[in-house]
């Protein structure tokens, strides 16, 4: 069955996107507005696209009913700095607490029981249980229909120390870290315990005949 993606409304097109660019990891983003109140909201249109510099996109929706940039865009466009935290299993439910549709005031942090600390060099604070987290500064952002899209460069990079194997080379216990995404419809996640691996293969000239 083919869908016209240039036809259908974007309540329709999101289905199946949602239901079929899966599993995609979870971006926890912690935010300041410009009166000092923090935000964090989890989204799942994430992704790392660069190393130089380090860049990582964020696809925010608008509200749906209001058209207007959420809380977490808002003060990403407004202050230029935001925290991108990893999600493990321990933190699911605090996490989905921090989906609510709250009032611009209320701070999402104190609403789910998040413990923080502070970040290095950008003024939100990074999720304290989170694995790994990513200071960051807004690069780009273009304004597209439903959506802002947000480049970030990566300032600052914090991994628990038990997942680090070896600083020098960057060897990482990503397993450890058991990292949950986005899957499927509303509400379902997976776990990334279930891994299996393929060596990158060399080019065989033989084979092009």
């Given at each position: 069955?083919?869908?016209?993606?240039?036809?259908?409304?974007?309540?329709?097109?999101?289905?199946?996107?949602?239901?079929?660019?899966?599993?995609?990891?979870?971006?926890?983003i912690?935010?300041?507005?410009?009166?000092?109140?923090?935000?964090?909201?989890p989204?799942?249109?994430?992704?790392?696209?660069?190393?130089?510099?380090?860049?990582?996109v964020?696809?925010?929706?608008?509200h749906?009913?209001?058209?207007?940039?959420?809380?977490?865009?808002?003060?990403?466009?407004e202050?230029?700095?935001?925290?991108?935290?990893?999600?493990?299993?321990?933190?699911?439910?605090r996490?989905?607490?921090?989906?609510i549709?709250?009032?611009?005031?209320?701070?999402?942090?104190?609403?789910?029981?998040?413990?923080?600390?502070?970040?290095?060099?950008?003024?939100?604070?990074?999720?304290?249980?989170?694995?790994?987290?990513?200071e960051?500064?807004?690069?780009?952002?273009?304004?597209?229909?439903?959506?802002?899209?947000?480049?970030?460069?990566?300032?600052?990079?914090?991994?628990?120390?038990?997942?680090?194997?070896?600083?020098?080379k960057?060897?990482l216990?990503t397993?450890?870290?058991?990292?949950?995404?986005r899957?499927h419809?509303?509400?379902w996640?997976?776990?990334?315990?279930?891994?299996?691996?393929?060596?990158?293969?060399?080019?065989?000239?033989?084979?092009?005949?």
């Open positions: 069955m083919q869908f016209d993606m240039r036809s259908l409304p974007p309540a329709a097109r999101y289905k199946i996107m949602n239901s079929t660019v899966t599993p995609r990891p979870i971006a926890w912690t935010t300041l507005s410009r009166d000092g109140v923090r935000n964090a909201a989204y799942s249109f994430f992704n790392a696209v660069g190393d130089d510099p380090p860049l990582l964020l696809g925010l929706l608008k749906p009913v209001t058209g207007l940039m959420k809380d977490t865009a808002r003060n990403i466009m202050t230029g700095e935001y925290v991108v935290n990893l999600v493990c299993e321990a933190d699911a439910e996490m989905n607490q921090c989906s549709d709250a009032p611009a005031a209320v701070d999402e942090i104190d609403y789910a029981g998040v413990d923080t600390v502070a970040s290095e060099l950008v003024k939100p604070p990074r999720i304290a249980t989170s694995p790994v987290s990513f960051c500064r807004k690069h780009s952002a273009i304004d597209i229909g439903r959506q802002t899209i947000v480049l970030g460069e990566i300032l600052m990079a914090h991994i628990h120390d038990r997942f680090v194997l070896d600083a020098q960057q060897y216990d397993p450890a870290m058991k990292l949950i995404g899957t419809g509303s509400g996640y997976v776990r990334n315990s279930d891994q299996f691996k393929l060596d990158r293969p060399v080019y065989d000239p033989s084979r092009r005949d």
